[in-house]
């Protein structure tokens, strides 16, 4: 009897520690994956530097928002009524190299795009659509 207490007891504090090590890991996966929106830019400071000297007063900001006009380059049509464009800005993420992954949607569906971007002085934004792939 003195024995399966002995091994009752343990194997209850083997649990709790290990119920407490996956309450830490879920609370740390849930702060890591609530990231603000500067921490999707992976442009270098070299590389905002130049975007700022194009005459982009906020790179990330004015990058994004022009994106999010930019509907017409998604290569698939809205179903039910529905427009396809980039309207989540904070899952935009800015690459190094002039580069931009961006979901889209129509309300119904959902579409993954990559995308190149150049910046010319004035500043003008050009994108060009890479590739894109509808789930």
């Known amino acids: 009897m003195r024995g399966t207490r002995t091994l009752f007891?343990?194997?209850?504090?083997f649990f709790a520690a290990r119920w407490r090590d996956a309450e830490r890991r879920a609370a740390r996966a849930e702060r890591i994956s609530l990231q603000p929106p500067y921490q999707?830019?992976?442009l270098?400071?070299?590389?905002?530097?130049q975007l700022k000297k194009l005459g982009l007063d906020d790179p990330v900001t004015a990058l994004k928002a022009d994106l999010s006009t930019q509907g017409k380059l998604i290569p698939f049509q809205g179903v039910l009524g529905g427009r396809m464009a980039f309207y989540d800005r904070e899952g935009m993420v800015l690459l190094p190299g002039g580069y931009a992954y961006a979901p889209g949607e129509d309300g119904h569906?959902?579409?993954?795009?990559?995308?190149r971007y150049q910046v010319a002085p004035g500043p003008k934004i050009t994108w060009k659509l890479l590739d894109a792939h509808k789930d």
């Open 109 to 115: 569906y959902l579409v993954h795009a990559i995308l």
């Open 44 to 49: 270098d400071e070299l590389e905002v530097a």
């Open 9 to 13: 007891l343990a194997a209850t504090i």
């Open 40 to 42: 999707r830019v992976l």
